[in-house]
């Protein structure tokens, strides 16, 4: 059979695009850097928005919606702010026939409109924690556009909360990136993350600390797959996000922001595809068995029909696949790029011997199965093949992560994963260095694993790689 995609191990950015577009999950719009999500991916967004948006709301937050244009003098008020994110902007001078009186920009994220209304919003102590979340479009102008990587528009969640104290403040940032985000990625995403504190130079602009999630791809590079900022009070003071305190002064507020995006398909892309095509994880999928009629004969429909029901009764996602007029190799090589977890094979020959083929994308693998053990053997691949990916994923990552003690050693280690390096053998001098070949630090990380509050603690591992 003729390969449908470029091999990962000849043209990774190749097998990437191929991918891409045979499994029908994107197109690139009329505008450069602009993406049409098709179907498939879309659905899967629709996934991980929907534990996401669970996730969020245990959190404690509520969904709100803010306008996509806002005035040019909001960005302003935050010099640092303004300053990181100038060359990204779209900024809007007609409307209407009319040249408009103040330009507008086209929404690339939303603290400076959030703080706004925070102010308008917020007067006591008793406001608050605040609390928001929104579900939006942004627009960030990309000079090297990548479909769901980088793309100058996208689709993405974005929280905006204020709060008494720095503490608190610090507290709910790190609740979102453990509870929310990693908690995601993990268990639904089937992805081992990094989680830690960016430096200062990488930190988002206008934040006094980073909290990052970082994964690995099948090439070795990293991919920040979400970010919790603390804000301090820098846009509290800006926009007078202010409120009476229990003691009677005049406070401003601290405030937090955090975000993923459509940007997490291209990770699950590049983290679980193979030369076959997507493996999408069994708790993500939208179709999580796919049953198929590879022939049509007497009471094939029907037996086929049966087992769609039984697992949906079972509380499987199904999909159902009869086109008999389209050749079964091409409809299976369809479903193997489009990654559903699990085919169910059914013909005439089958039938007449009492089974079905149950199919895994995970690892190939084939077997037969008697028609009335086919629902307790579903649920039980789909158990096995979320944990397989994981264990798959956390595997590559450790063959690839190397322990270095100098700056060189890591920047040479780089060219084919990650790098773990005593952040004293870096330091800032050494990131601008490193950053010359490519190389980003990726994150802080202290000894045990956990994130550090600040890049001057003791004994902090850096983690340095290429990155998308």
């Given at each position: 059979?003729?390969?449908?995609?470029?091999?990962?191990?000849?043209?990774?950015?190749?097998?990437?695009?191929?991918?891409?577009?045979?499994?029908?999950?994107?197109?690139?719009?009329?505008?450069?850097?602009?993406?049409?999500?098709?179907?498939?991916?879309?659905?899967?967004?629709?996934?991980?928005?929907?534990?996401?948006?669970?996730?969020?709301?245990?959190?404690?937050?509520?969904?709100?919606?803010?306008?996509?244009?806002?005035?040019?003098?909001?960005?302003?008020?935050?010099?640092?702010?303004?300053?990181?994110?100038?060359?990204?902007?779209?900024?809007?001078?007609?409307?209407?026939?009319?040249?408009?009186?103040?330009?507008?920009?086209?929404?690339?994220?939303?603290?400076?409109?959030?703080?706004?209304?925070?102010?308008?919003?917020?007067?006591?102590?008793?406001?608050?924690?605040?609390?928001?979340?929104?579900?939006?479009?942004?627009?960030?102008?990309?000079?090297?556009?990548?479909?769901?990587?980088?793309?100058?528009?996208?689709?993405?969640?974005?929280?905006?909360?204020?709060?008494?104290?720095?503490?608190?403040?610090?507290?709910?940032?790190?609740?979102?990136?453990?509870?929310?985000?990693?908690?995601?990625?993990?268990?639904?995403?089937?992805?081992?993350?990094?989680?830690?504190?960016?430096?200062?130079?990488?930190?988002?602009?206008?934040?006094t600390n980073t909290y990052c999630l970082e994964g690995m791809m099948g090439d070795g590079k990293a991919l920040q797959m979400g970010t919790s900022h603390e804000l301090g009070q820098n846009f509290a003071k800006a926009?007078?996000?202010?409120?009476?305190?229990?003691?009677?002064?005049?406070?401003?507020?601290?405030?937090?922001?955090?975000?993923?995006?459509?940007?997490?398909?291209?990770?699950?892309?590049?983290?679980?595809?193979?030369?076959?095509?997507?493996?999408?994880?069994?708790?993500?999928?939208?179709?999580?068995?796919?049953?198929?009629?590879?022939?049509?004969?007497?009471?094939?429909?029907?037996?086929?029909?049966?087992?769609?029901?039984?697992?949906?009764?079972?509380?499987?996602?199904?999909?159902?696949?009869?086109?008999?007029?389209?050749?079964?190799?091409?409809?299976?090589?369809?479903?193997?790029?489009?990654?559903?977890?699990?085919?169910?094979?059914?013909?005439?020959?089958?039938?007449?011997?009492?089974?079905?083929?149950?199919?895994?994308?995970?690892?190939?693998?084939?077997?037969?199965?008697?028609?009335?053990?086919?629902?307790?053997?579903?649920?039980?691949?789909?158990?096995?093949?979320?944990?397989?990916?994981?264990?798959?994923?956390?595997?590559?990552?450790?063959?690839?992560?190397?322990?270095?003690?100098?700056?060189?050693?890591?920047?040479?280690?780089?060219?084919?994963?990650?790098?773990?390096?005593?952040?004293?053998?870096?330091?800032?001098?050494?990131?601008?260095?490193?950053n010359k070949s490519a190389v980003t630090v990726r994150c802080l990380i202290r000894a045990d694993g956990s994130v550090p509050e600040s890049e001057t603690e003791p004994d902090l591992i850096a983690?340095?790689?290429?990155?998308?």
């Amino acid at each position: 059979m003729a390969r449908v995609l470029t091999p990962r191990a000849e043209d990774f950015p190749r097998w990437y695009q191929d991918l891409i577009a045979k499994a029908q999950l994107a197109d690139n719009g009329p505008v450069r850097g602009t993406m049409v999500i098709r179907p498939t991916a879309y659905a899967i967004w629709e996934r991980i928005q929907s534990e996401m948006d669970a996730r969020i709301k245990d959190a404690g937050a509520e969904n709100a919606y803010f306008p996509l244009f806002i005035p040019e003098n909001y960005l302003t008020r935050e010099a640092e702010h303004v300053e990181g994110f100038s060359p990204e902007l779209a900024v809007v001078t007609h409307g209407g026939g009319k040249q408009l009186a103040e330009p507008v920009v086209v929404r690339p994220t939303s603290e400076t409109v959030i703080g706004e209304f925070m102010a308008k919003w917020i007067d006591s102590y008793r406001d608050l924690p605040l609390l928001l979340n929104q579900w939006a479009n942004v627009v960030r102008w990309e000079m090297r556009p990548r479909v769901f990587l980088r793309t100058s528009e996208f689709l993405w969640q974005e929280g905006h909360t204020a709060h008494a104290t720095e503490q608190d403040a610090r507290a709910y940032a790190k609740k979102i990136l453990h509870e929310a985000y990693e908690d995601l990625m993990v268990k639904v995403l089937a992805m081992p993350v990094l989680v830690g504190r960016k430096t200062d130079r990488e930190r988002f602009a206008g934040a006094t600390n980073t909290y990052c999630l970082e994964g690995m791809m099948g090439d070795g590079k990293a991919l920040q797959m979400g970010t919790s900022h603390e804000l301090g009070q820098n846009f509290a003071k800006a926009f007078d996000i202010a409120f009476s305190a229990q003691s009677g002064a005049r406070e401003h507020a601290w405030t937090t922001s955090w975000g993923t995006s459509t940007r997490m398909v291209g990770g699950l892309i590049m983290c679980h595809g193979d030369d076959s095509g997507l493996r999408v994880p069994p708790v993500l999928a939208p179709i999580q068995a796919h049953v198929m009629i590879v022939k049509d004969g007497e009471g094939v429909a029907v037996a086929a029909a049966k087992i769609k029901d039984d697992l949906k009764a079972a509380g499987v996602r199904v999909g159902f696949d009869d086109r008999v007029d389209t050749p079964f190799g091409r409809r299976a090589v369809d479903a193997e790029l489009k990654g559903y977890p699990i085919r169910i094979e059914i013909g005439p020959r089958d039938l007449a011997n009492g089974n079905v083929t149950v199919a895994r994308r995970f690892d190939g693998s084939k077997s037969s199965v008697p028609l009335a053990g086919v629902v307790d053997a579903v649920t039980a691949a789909l158990t096995g093949d979320q944990q397989a990916l994981f264990d798959q994923a956390l595997a590559h990552r450790e063959a690839n992560t190397h322990e270095v003690k100098t700056l060189g050693e890591a920047i040479e280690a780089s060219a084919t994963g990650w790098a773990r390096v005593p952040w004293s053998a870096v330091g800032v001098e050494g990131e601008a260095e490193a950053n010359k070949s490519a190389v980003t630090v990726r994150c802080l990380i202290r000894a045990d694993g956990s994130v550090p509050e600040s890049e001057t603690e003791p004994d902090l591992i850096a983690v340095l790689g290429r990155s998308y």
